[in-house]
């Protein structure tokens, strides 16, 4: 037996579409939450990369520091060995 086929409706048809367009607006707000958490991540992430990038600098800095008075600190060695060489030879201490 063969069912009766209603014929669509105009109302029928703009609940259809109503249900239509009320799905694709759910789906819309699930991806825009899904993209804001992204958002929020991708941040936080850049945040931490920006805080470990401003450890490094300060890193970096202090070494460039540090090199550039090494040869300030080798040549103070240097005068300070031969400081002490000439005393020992004058309080007649040898090495």
């Known amino acids: 037996m063969l069912k009766k086929i209603k014929p669509m409706t105009i109302d029928g048809l703009a609940r259809i579409t109503q249900a239509g367009f009320l799905g694709v607006g759910r789906r819309i707000d699930g991806l825009e939450q899904k993209v804001d958490g992204l958002e929020q991540n991708t941040k936080n992430s850049f945040r931490g990369i ?21 040869p300030l600190l080798e040549r103070e060695v240097q005068d300070l060995q031969q400081r002490m060489i000439r005393l020992e030879r004058r309080s007649g201490m040898t090495r």
């Open 50 to 70: 920006l805080e470990i990038l401003d450890a490094m600098r300060a890193d970096l800095k202090y070494v460039k520091n540090s090199t550039r008075n090494l």
